[in-house]
């Protein structure tokens, strides 16, 4: 919502001036949590005899007018900018100290017992932390339980097997989404086991993890009113104020966790679109759901587009990995100062897997249908099959048959028969559900 009038002041102005950098703005939700803390912050004060209860009540006031989002245009500095982040929080300090009439000062007040350097990187974590457990988490559940549906729907869709692109063993077309069902699970369990670190936050440090000005009693009890407020439970202290105040870690962790479930995408996103290929001259084991005219000039063109949505996701979120890598390595002495950076990507990245993961589950995966021509067909003529006879007639009487079928064209039974297979023998153990089932049913 736009305000009617400029509310931020002079600092917000020169870093404006100074960063005419990517256009891009800081995350809004990093400005939301920064106003959240700026309100707890206000409370705690009063409550500790340092802060008049009718400042504090308008500082309150203004911060949860911008957490509820009255004054997103207020916030202009570019993302790229001083790596604490301090121009954003005075950014913050200005806008709120205006709402109160100036009754509060930017600094003596709004900014009483903190720093830049901890209550930026705090409102960083408390983003992605709210993002992550909110929005992707959900998300990532959604696709998981979209794909278990396929892998129970298809669980008697016998198909060939493939490994290194080549022929291998029939497996089913729901042992497959299975497995893409369980990647993703394991992806949102390694988002979860990453939270409880993101949610240990500086805040109380000031300016070098001392805590210099600020009463050993506020950051805890600013942090119990923000869980209070937000019902994110993981807030918590930090195991040491000097590691929390120089170092990203808690950030980078997560955004290992996000490339993974980014990598975890590009294999299910592959191959669910290798499977679609065709209809007639691809794999063609799936039909995926007609979104949208495939080409300009085919007629009746049908492209896998969301898996190609996810794959680009997938690159970007992967990236976007490499850039917080960097940036977490840049803390030197008592402070991180690639902030910034670490904020734009790992928010991008929250954002985008959630946004990918729901569409691709309800645009796409929901709307899968086997092609049961192209699956019999693939598990038919995989001439892998042949490893079932392995234990009656050896590994290389096997491998002679392939080979003679591979090169003939015909039928492995009608060769298997030529060289003297059993005709009751092949038909008894190349049952191909039941080689598809492996060693799994009993």
Not at 271 to 288: H, K, N, V
Request: aromatic share 4%; with cysteine.
């Amino acid at each position: 919502m736009a305000s009617d009038q400029i509310l931020y002041g002079g600092e917000t102005k020169k870093a404006v001036e100074n960063f005419p950098i990517s256009g891009e703005r800081v995350p809004i939700q990093v400005v939301r949590w920064q106003a959240r803390i700026k309100g707890a912050a206000a409370t705690v004060n009063a409550d500790l005899g340092k802060l008049d209860a009718d400042i504090a009540r308008a500082i309150e006031q203004a911060a949860a007018a911008i957490v509820a989002g009255e004054h997103d245009d207020q916030f202009p500095i570019d993302v790229f900018q001083t790596g604490s982040g301090t121009s954003t929080n005075m950014n913050v300090n200005e806008v709120i100290s205006a709402l109160t009439g100036e009754k509060a000062h930017r600094n003596d007040h709004v900014n009483m017992g903190q720093s830049s350097n901890d209550t930026f990187p705090s409102a960083v974590h408390l983003a992605a932390l709210d993002e992550a457990t909110n929005r992707l988490l959900p998300a990532l559940e959604r696709l998981e339980a979209s794909l278990a549906a396929k892998a129970d729907a298809f669980k008697d869709v016998v198909k060939a097997g493939r490994t290194h692109l080549m022929d291998a063993v029939p497996v089913t077309l729901g042992q497959e989404f299975g497995g893409y069902a369980a990647q993703v699970r394991l992806g949102a369990k390694r988002v979860r086991n990453a939270l409880p670190q993101v949610g240990q936050i500086p805040l109380g440090g000031t300016a070098t993890g001392t805590g210099l000005n600020t009463p050993a009693e506020f950051a805890p009890k600013v942090r119990e009113i923000l869980k209070k407020q937000s019902g994110l439970d993981l807030i918590a202290g930090p195991e040491d104020p000097f590691e929390a105040q120089a170092n990203r870690d808690a950030l980078v962790e997560l955004s290992g966790a996000l490339k993974s479930v980014a990598v975890s995408l590009t294999k299910i996103a592959n191959d669910i679109a290798l499977m679609g290929s065709g209809p007639r001259a691809g794999i063609g084991e799936l039909f995926l759901p007609e979104l949208q005219k495939g080409s300009s000039i085919m007629p009746g063109k049908v492209n896998p587009v969301l898996p190609e949505v996810v794959l680009q996701v997938s690159a970007q979120v992967i990236g976007n990995d490499a850039a917080i890598t960097i940036g977490g390595s840049q803390g030197q002495f008592e402070l991180n100062v690639r902030v910034p950076l670490i904020a734009r990507n790992l928010l991008q990245s929250i954002h985008l897997l959630t946004t990918a993961s729901t569409a691709f589950a309800e645009k796409c995966v929901d709307g899968i249908e086997a092609n049961t021509r192209g699956t019999d067909g693939s598990a038919g003529a995989t001439l892998a099959t042949a490893t079932a006879l392995n234990e009656a007639i050896g590994y290389d009487k096997a491998t002679d048959i392939v080979k003679k079928a591979t090169a003939s064209g015909e039928p492995l039974r009608d060769v298997a028969l030529a060289e003297g297979v059993d005709a009751d023998l092949y038909d008894k153990t190349i049952d191909l559900r039941r080689i598809a089932a492996g060693n799994l049913e009993g």
